[in-house]
C-alpha cells in the first residue's frame, strides 16, 4: 500500500499562490505516476494534473482550466509531489487529493485525505 498525505490548503485571495504538497510512503516512489485531483462543493471530483516518469524524462498533464497557471513538480529523493498554483481564481476553491498510480495501470488506487484550499473574490 501507498500512503499519501497532502499539505498546504488554505484561504488565500483572488489572485494569490499556494504550494500544495505530498508526502508518499510505503512503495518504490518512481515506480507510480502521480496526480492531483480536486472536488468542488456541489461538483464532482475533476482531474487537475499528473506527471508521469519516462525513460526520456517526465510528462506532464494538466486540466484546460489550470493550464498556464498550475505547475506539477515532483521530488524523487524525497517522495514528494507539489502543485504550484498561480493566480488563483474562486472558482478553483475546493478540496485538492493527491493520488498515484502503478505505472502501466488505468486507476488511481492510492489517495490522500485531501486539502482544502479556498480562493475569495
Known amino acids: 500500500q501507498v500512503q499519501l498525505v497532502e499539505s498546504g490548503g488554505g484561504l488565500v485571495q483572488a489572485g494569490g499562490s499556494l504550494r500544495l504538497s505530498c508526502a508518499a510512503s510505503?512503495?518504490?516512489?518512481?515506480?507510480?505516476?502521480m496526480a492531483w485531483f480536486r472536488q468542488a462543493p456541489g461538483k464532482e471530483r475533476e482531474f487537475v494534473s499528473d506527471?508521469?516518469?519516462?525513460?526520456?524524462?517526465?510528462?506532464?498533464d494538466y486540466a484546460d482550466s489550470v493550464k498556464g497557471r498550475f505547475f506539477i513538480s515532483r521530488d524523487n529523493a524525497n517522495n514528494m509531489v507539489y502543485l504550484q498554483m498561480n493566480s488563483l481564481k474562486p472558482e478553483d476553491t475546493a478540496v485538492y487529493y493527491c493520488?498515484?498510480?502503478?505505472?502501466?495501470?488505468?486507476?488511481?488506487?492510492?489517495w490522500g485525505q485531501g486539502t482544502q484550499v479556498t480562493v475569495s473574490s
Open positions: 493520488a498515484a498510480r502503478r505505472n502501466g495501470v488505468s486507476s488511481y488506487g492510492y
Open positions: 506527471h508521469i516518469l519516462l525513460s526520456i524524462g517526465a510528462r506532464t
Open positions: 510505503g512503495r518504490t516512489f518512481s515506480n507510480y505516476v
